[in-house]
């Protein structure tokens, strides 16, 4: 049980003084911090990383190349399993057309997406990756899967982490996404996604991407049936993860400047749980909620530069997350994953941007393909 014998005022105190705080902190904050002060304690640790007023966004989309998936989580609108009617694999030249569309779109970044498809092979896997990277060069980059999708087809090869990574690398891989965590405590998932991995092969799954000198991402979804606590430990654990690089030489210890190609934990993403057509089900949470969580995000993970906001699950208000922290957002295109669950996308891209400015921030695109940034 989590008890803080802090004050809002020594939790101040240490953040003016770049100190960490503590998960009891963290709980102390969540229960008693009025939103002002999470504001404001979010944006003194944002500007650590970032100018007050920066802010970057990219416009991507994710491309779900299956549907069929053997994990069953409960809380999934998406999945099919094998054989079950409207289960489907994207071809090649589907692929192909939707990459086109976002290009001329102005996007540059895609993310696949799928399920645990036990008909697919590594070799699918390279085959389409290779085919993305003859095709388009530098034009785009693609995350390709999340680790929970990586961690699957290394199973289903019969490979090591480490050696699935090396044969994904070899295709022109360079990213694959912290996606599938949810919530990284072990009853969570034996809760909501028992055939998803623990949360030990998870972070096992991370650190052999990190070796294997693929980058990779942190992620987290709130809003299902988890609790505060569960919410701070899986905080916790993603800061201690990225310590345990740190301390493993395998990245910077000096805070890692923004945009950084750093092989490591370079962002983290929060989104929120979409209940529709689900068997979870439930009701979401607010937006004020989810803007209080970012801000003890951006509080709590001292050692990760860019904290996101969700645009795909909280639409323009998300860019009130700019004033709690996050100093990074998607305008996406599609995520048939969580518009199946109620998720809503809006392609007025010139009225979000507008927004952001409304709230006092300079938005710059950001090129993951270049790694440079253009303003917008
Ligand atoms: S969330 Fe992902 S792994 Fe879980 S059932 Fe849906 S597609 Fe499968």
Redesign the pocket.
Known sequence: MLTSSSTLSDIRAKITARERISSEDALYLWREAPDADMRSLASQVRARFHSPGACTYLVMRIINYT?V?????D?????KLPGQEGGYVLTHEQVFAKLDELLAMGGDLVGF????NPQLSLDYYCDLFRAIRQRYGERLEFYAL?I??FM?LADHANLSYLAAAERLKQAGVRWITGG?S?ILTEDFRRRH?K??YTVADYFAAQRALVESGLRTSATMVIGFDETIEERIEHLERTRAFQDSLISASLISASPVAAGSTDSALSSFLCWTYKPYFTQLGGIEITTSEYLRHLALSRIYLDNIPRIRTSVLTQNERALEGLLYGADDFDLPIEDE?TQLAGATISLNFDKLLATARTLGFTPTYRHVATGWNQPA
């Open positions: 549907n998936c053997v994990a069953q989580c809380y999934c609108a998406f999945y997406n799928g399920g645990f999340t929970a999708e699957y599938g949810e996604s055939f998803k994953v």
